[in-house]
């Protein structure tokens, strides 16, 4: 039992397709940092969106319901999203080099500013479509073969929405959060387009262009707000005013700090550099200095998870 156990945990973390740590009998397990969990995030998202671009074009050319066409190719958008995922987190994966001095982890940004606006393409076309809906009053065909398809969609979206919430909520990715919310909008739309599949049998035809408007919208507003933390990391925003607050009380605190001048901090992905001045008694040595900054730095970076380095500066403090 214990050996089929291995050949299946092994053939899945070769393919990718597992991202939950996994305990055996035998105390073995898979642990798997941030980057690997991206990545699996990622490929799943690939492998789902592929599988739903096929049963949607198929059913949808099938059946002649330019919906589902539609829906078809908001899949293949998926995909793309996905694609940046993986891209992105290949690129921030790569480690410090001779070029890159504090790494690449701001590709994670560039790349979910990517989805972000992605996300926005593909809410203003809901918008324009829901609108056309209302005002010429479209018709959605029932047909079970749609429910179905939708059903389907439904189980897959929510699927990968938890398995990326899970992710996220472990690692603070913003790509795992940017693919977790474009889930989370697949999946609400489909319900609601499932809904309104439902309530043409009863020739209730407005309900799906009335709430295709609100949800664009909605969808819209979540990719703004992904583009703006995206942004703010790209332009070198500064860590948030509550851990900078700590930081300081952390070193005023420090034994043999008698002062600090500034902290700055610019972010190098999803980590910070802390950049400090701090005072120190003017009639100690340079290696005595040194050692106390040296010693902080080291502290700070253990006790703060997202500082990734600090750089200390030392001026003497003239105590007569």
């Not at 050949?7 to 996994?22: G, H, K, P, V």
């Not at 609108?131 to 079970?144: A, H, L």
């Not at 309104?196 to 035809?205: A, E, P, V």
């Not at 407005?206 to 979540?222: L, R």
Request: charged share 20%.
């Amino acid at each position: 039992m214990v050996e089929f156990q291995s050949f299946i945990l092994s053939f899945m973390y070769e393919f990718d397709f597992i991202l939950i740590i996994y305990n055996m009998k035998n105390g073995s397990e898979f642990i798997l940092d941030r980057f690997q969990i991206t990545k699996r995030v990622g490929a799943l998202g690939i492998i789902g969106n592929i599988f739903l671009l096929i049963i949607k074009a198929i059913v949808g050319f099938l059946s002649k319901s330019q919906a589902m066409i539609a829906d078809a190719a908001n899949s293949a958008g998926d995909i793309f999203a996905s694609a940046m995922t993986t891209i992105g987190n290949k690129i921030a994966s790569e480690p410090k080099d001779e070029d890159h001095n504090f790494g690449h982890g701001k590709a994670e940004y560039i790349f979910s500013l990517f989805i972000s606006l992605s996300m926005m393409a593909i809410s203003i076309k809901i918008l324009y479509d829901s609108i056309c809906s209302v005002i010429y009053k479209n018709q959605v065909e029932f047909s079970w073969w749609l429910i179905t398809v939708c059903i389907v969609t439904i189980v897959i979206k929510l699927s990968l929405y938890l398995f990326c919430k899970f992710a996220f909520r472990k690692y603070s990715n913003i790509l795992i959060k940017s693919s977790m919310k474009d889930h989370r909008n697949d999946c609400i739309v489909t319900t609601f387009t499932t809904i309104s599949i439902i309530l043409s049998k009863f020739n209730l035809y407005w309900f799906d262009g009335i709430v295709g408007i609100g949800i664009s919208m909605w969808i819209f507003y979540t990719g703004v707000k992904i583009f703006i933390e995206s942004y703010n990391v790209l332009m070198d925003k500064s860590l948030d005013n509550s851990t900078k607050s700590k930081i300081i009380e952390y070193i005023k605190s420090y034994p043999k700090v008698e002062g600090v001048q500034d902290v700055y901090t610019i972010p190098t992905g999803y980590k910070y550099i802390a950049v400090i001045t701090i005072f120190l008694d003017g009639e100690l040595n340079t290696y005595e200095s040194h050692e106390i900054a040296d010693k902080l730095q080291l502290d700070i970076m253990n006790k703060f998870e997202n500082i990734d380095n600090v750089i200390v500066h030392v001026e003497p403090k003239n105590n007569s």
